[in-house]
Nanobody, 131 residues
């Protein structure tokens, strides 16, 4: 079965860190650009970070710049989102999505409306930042 699976979410105190993983099952993730999205209750889904298939290009939403780092290990077929200095406003369900051969324009990868055009989308992992 072809699917993306996120893991690594949980409950963390403000100022803490989490590392999310996005793993592919049934296909090779190195052929795909990856976007991380999040959706908080009552809010629209928003793009958080993205990385090209080669790993040579990355981008971040302004709200997470300097705190989050996206990376990939194509040998392990995984993409990661390191989240540091977490804030209560980061509480959301986090999703990863895969775009085959970087066919979507990189500048559009983080738009919430682009979510539907990704080839594969995960089921999400909950991140809760609270004291």
């Amino acid at each position: 079965q072809l699917q993306l699976v996120e893991s690594g979410g949980g409950l963390v105190q403000p100022g803490g860190s989490l590392r999310l993983s996005c793993a592919a099952s049934g296909f090779t993730l190195s052929h795909y650009a990856i976007g991380w999205f999040r959706q908080a209750p009552g809010k629209e889904r928003e793009g958080v970070s993205c990385i090209s298939s080669s790993g040579g290009s990355t981008d971040y939403a302004d709200s997470v710049k300097g705190r989050f780092t996206i990376s990939r290990d194509n040998a392990k077929n995984e993409v990661y989102l390191q989240m540091d200095s977490l804030e209560p406003e980061d509480t959301a369900v986090y999703y990863c999505a895969a775009d085959f051969k970087d066919k979507l324009a990189f500048t559009f990868l983080l738009r919430g409306t682009t979510w539907q055009y990704y080839d594969y989308r995960g089921q999400g992992t909950q991140v809760t930042v609270s004291s």
